[in-house]
């Protein structure tokens, strides 16, 4: 069977409409009865991505997660909530987002990701991955992320949000890889990793979304959205029609047409609920226009891509030189020294860590020489 993608609209994030709303949506695929079963334990995996207030559209919000929960515990299994934040505990990033809130008031643990060594043999390419332990213990895995540009994939959303599932600065160490071998190779360790965590269902939290320079300082943007599924690839490609992106520009849903993961094709996929040509918006702001890199053939690339990307430079009047991006980086290319923090543009990998890690937007995305020009 063709998978469905439901489309509910939300205008708010008032707590009786969400809960609503959020039931619509899933029970236009189904009904939380068809993904969890009595006697399970269920990790809501949000995306955390660092702790910052729910206005600032980051993380999933905590009405989500909590409508969730209780739909969850509804259908007699246990809810935990877990991820895995860039740098910092689980714990302290909740607390800061509201979500430790949630997970006070309804009695429900939130888990660190200890990490363990999966074998993961559906994978296509990568047949093992060291991943937070909690996520091959527990039954299920509920999806749920945030609607958001990403400087570096263009969008990240539900293939994405499972990128998480890797404990902490590990993270790192696949950006290091990436650098060498291309988008293309990330995209794929994360869609064979979705083949091991195999989320039973997504939620992305699309009310207030964030475009422009996500994951992390982009501008709060309302869709007033819930959109649920199974097939991450399918969820993916529906919310890429959405905010108009061509699927080829986004090297996740590229990767998942060249190497035929998940339904991709629009015309194979069932929208349920709100018509897609409905809630259409032509003027989402994306990170990015084009990937030029990728045109450029592979022998050339090294040479060329501090001119042909954007590059991380530390805005240096807001800048608190508190150290956080040094900490991110995973090559040590990042120096304090006298109160002052300087990127070594000429070894950067543009993983663009320290973008996100920031506290203070206080590091730029600057064009290439030969970018401008393009």
């Given amino acids: ?95 800061k987002s509201g979500i430790g809130d949630i997970a006070q008031d309804l009695g429900i643990d939130i888990v660190e990701f200890e990490p363990v060594t999966a074998l993961n043999p559906d994978g296509k390419i990568f047949k093992t991955f060291t991943i937070g332990k909690i996520v091959k213990e527990v039954d299920k895995v509920i999806n749920l992320p945030k609607l958001k540009t990403h400087a570096l994939m263009l969008l990240t959303l539900a293939v994405k949000n499972m990128y998480g599932c890797i404990p902490g600065t590990r993270k790192a160490q696949w950006h290091v890889k990436t650098d060498k071998a291309g988008k293309g190779y990330f995209a794929q360790m994360m869609l064979d990793l979705n083949l091991l965590v195999k989320p039973a269902l997504t ?48 090297p996740i849903l590229r990767v998942a047409i060249n190497k035929e993961y998940g339904i991709s094709r629009l015309e194979e996929i069932t929208i349920a609920g709100a018509k897609l040509q409905d809630v259409i918006v032509t003027d989402f702001k994306l990170p990015q226009k084009a990937d030029v890199l990728d045109r450029i053939p592979r022998g050339l690339k090294k040479g060329a891509k501090r001119y042909l990307t954007d590059q991380p430079v530390i805005n ?51 064009p290439g020489r030969l970018l401008k020009l393009y």
């Fill in 203 to 250: 939620l992305v939290d699309g009310v207030m979304a964030m475009e422009g320079m996500g994951p992390g300082f982009g501008d709060p943007r309302h869709l007033g959205l819930f959109i649920a599924g199974t097939d991450c690839v399918a969820v993916d490609r529906v919310i890429a029609e959405i905010v108009n992106v061509k699927p080829e520009h986004a």
């Fill in 316 to 366: 240096q009047q807001i800048c608190e030189a508190c150290g956080m991006c040094l900490r991110a980086c995973p090559i040590n290319n990042i120096d304090l020294e006298n109160k002052t923090v300087e990127i070594n543009q000429h070894d950067c990998i543009q993983c663009l860590c320290c973008v996100e890690i920031c506290p203070h937007g206080a590091i730029d995305l600057v």
């Fill in 1 to 95: 069977m063709p998978p469905t993608v439901s489309l509910v609209r939300c205008n708010d994030y008032q707590e009786a409409a969400v809960h609503e709303k959020i039931k619509v949506a899933l029970d236009l695929i189904g009904g939380i009865q068809q993904f969890v079963a009595p006697g399970e334990k269920v990790l809501l995996k949000p995306n955390l991505c660092i702790g910052r207030p729910p206005e600032k559209c980051v993380n999933t919000h905590p009405l989500v997660i909590k409508a969730i929960a209780l739909l969850v515990k509804e259908a007699g299994a246990t809810p935990l909530i877990g991820d895995s934040p860039q740098m910092g505990s689980a714990h302290s990033a909740a607390d």
